[in-house]
T-cell receptor, first 111, second 115 residues
Framework: GNSVTQMEGPVTLSEEAFLTINCTYT??????LFWYVQYPGEGLQLLLK?????DKGSNKGFEATYRKETTSFHLEKGSVQVSDSAVYFC??????????FGKGTRLSVIA | GAGVSQSPSNKVTEKGKDVELRCDPI?????LYWYRQSLGQGLEFLIY????????KSGLPSDRFSAERTGGSVSTLTIQRTQQEDSAVYLC?????????????FGSGTRLTVV
């Protein structure tokens, strides 16, 4: 079945550091890929998405590129802020199937 | 309403009791999903409703779990004879599309604690 594996946290960074959260996937077909974010005390929100190979999703300074050859969708940000502290979930979906999520990576950014 | 509404926001129940969790999706969204978020386990898919089709129940962990969606709108997730391992945050999402993971809006969840 389909699955998503993402790096375990927690990840602790200083403000303005570079962020990478690794995500790899297993799928039977050609999925769409997503990053969701859950800020403290808030609900799950879509951060960015990519629907086909080589697409780059971007939002709020975060980027991820759909790499079919390596089955990866790593999340990156060049300079993190304290307000980026949250739990980040990588997810995939194929046609007419619900989102499948990774276990989440908690990011803490300290000033 | 403007978003997906879940109630109650918190529920504490005794082991062995039944509980019902409610989800009000965004009006007009044909697809509705239930997930469970446990510490260290990420989001686990439970059940998926799409329009008038038979629901996809493949994620329900046991026959103590069931869900229904009345009139294509409100959904209720029922857990019978609750166990301590059922303690988790139960999330509902709705989507206008029903495919390829697009357009999901999540509710704030119901935190269930079984004591």
């Amino acid at each position: 079945g389909n699955s998503v594996t993402q790096m375990e946290g927690p990840v602790t960074l200083s403000e303005e550091a570079f962020l990478t959260i690794n995500c790899t996937y297993t799928a039977t077909g050609y999925p769409s890929l997503f990053w969701y974010v859950q800020y403290p005390g808030e609900g799950l929100q879509l951060l960015l998405k990519a629907t086909k190979a080589d697409d780059k999703g971007s939002n709020k300074g975060f980027e991820a590129t759909y790499r079919k050859e390596t089955t990866s969708f790593h999340l990156e940000k060049g300079s993190v802020q304290v307000s980026d502290s949250a739990v980040y979930f990588c997810a995939l979906s194929e046609e007419n199937t619900p989102l499948v999520f990774g276990k989440g990576t908690r990011l803490s950014v300290i000033a | 309403g403007a978003g997906v509404s879940q109630s109650p926001s918190n529920k504490v129940t005794e082991k062995g009791k039944d509980v019902e969790l409610r989800c009000d999706p965004i009006s007009g969204h044909t697809a509705l999903y239930w997930y469970r978020q446990s510490l260290g386990q990420g989001l686990e898919f439970l059940i998926y409703f799409q329009g008038n089709s038979a629901p996809d129940k493949s994620g329900l962990p046991s026959d103590r779990f069931s869900a229904e969606r009345t009139g294509g709108s409100v959904s209720t997730l029922t857990i019978q004879r609750t166990q301590q391992e059922d303690s988790a945050v139960y999330l509902c999402a709705s989507s206008p599309y029903g495919g390829r993971g697009l357009g999901y809006t999540f509710g704030s969840g119901t935190r269930l604690t079984v004591v």
